[in-house]
Nanobody, 122 residues
Framework: QVQLVESGGGLVQAGGSLRLSCAAS????????MGWYRQTPGKQRELVAT???????SYTDSVKGRFTISRDNAKNTVYLQMNSLKPEDTAVYYC????????????????WGQGTQVTVSS
């Protein structure tokens, strides 16, 4: 069974920084794209950033220049460094990974973390 476990959320003042981590564990054959999403009450989940297994990255416009996504393939971990945080960044942040399990090497499945709250005060 595959699990994603997130850490690093919290409360920070506007202009501050936080670093989120998400570690994948279990019977993993391969991890493809990893990413971070966020969601606020009453709104759809929003893609924040993604990173491929080769290190290619993409960001939603609102976080470009402030957030940096990275990954450590040896540790099956993805990070989101968030700088210059704004109150509008307040949300529950979810880790996502497209994983091929060892038992299903012909499939790519979507996995989600449990979510971590990020609150930015003004």
């Amino acid at each position: 069974q595959v699990q994603l476990v997130e850490s690093g959320g919290g409360l920070v003042q506007a202009g501050g920084s936080l670093r989120l981590s998400c570690a994948a564990s279990g019977n993993i054959f391969r991890i493809n794209v990893m990413g971070w999403y966020r969601q606020t009450p009453g709104k759809q989940r929003e893609l924040v950033a993604t990173i491929t297994s080769g290190g290619g990255t993409s960001y939603t416009d609102s976080v470009k220049g402030r957030f940096t996504i990275s990954r450590d393939n040896a540790k099956n971990t993805v990070y989101l460094q968030m700088n210059s945080l704004k109150p509008e960044d307040t949300a529950v942040y979810y880790c996502n990974a497209q994983i091929t399990p060892q038992a299903l090497t012909f499939r790519v499945l979507d996995y989600w973390g449990q979510g971590t709250q990020v609150t930015v005060s003004s």
